[in-house]
């Protein structure tokens, strides 16, 4: 029980390492504070998935298709639009027909901050509130 907890207690007093999980004020977060995970690594087991989580990158409105017809299949979106100011008339113009994709599905959309856009089918909705503090 004593080796317990003195690990726990390790575990705490490592102040650094705890602000950065818990993103206390004044922490500065990197890309190396972050560990790629290879999705490739992890088995799906069991029964088939109704809905997926994908991941997209819009480039150009060409990139658009593809979201559009996951969102259509009953998936959820999450597309990287970091190469695109949101000031950008053709992120705009992709904002806008995404935003009506979603409107036809019954489903949410959303940007999250100045590098990512959310787009649900029916049944799914975005809380507009962050967890935690």
Not at 52 to 75: F, N, P, W
Request: aromatic share 2%; hydrophobic share 35%; charged share 35%.
């Amino acid at each position: 029980m004593d080796e317990k907890l003195k690990r726990v207690a390790d575990a705490v007093s490592d102040m650094g390492l705890m602000s950065k999980i818990l993103g206390e004020s004044g922490s500065s977060r990197n890309t190396e504070d972050y560990v790629e995970l290879d999705a490739n690594e992890f088995e799906m087991t069991g029964t088939e998935l109704e809905r997926q989580v994908r991941i997209a990158r819009i480039s150009d409105k060409q990139d658009v298709i593809d979201i559009k017809d996951a969102v259509y299949d009953g998936d959820v979106v999450v597309a990287d639009i970091t190469r695109h100011s949101t000031q950008d008339r053709t992120m705009e113009h992709i904002s806008d027909e995404l935003k009506q994709v979603a409107n036809e599905v019954g489903g949410d959309i959303v940007q999250k901050d100045d590098d990512q856009l959310i787009i649900t089918p029916a049944g799914v909705g975005i809380a507009r509130e962050r967890l935690g503090r």
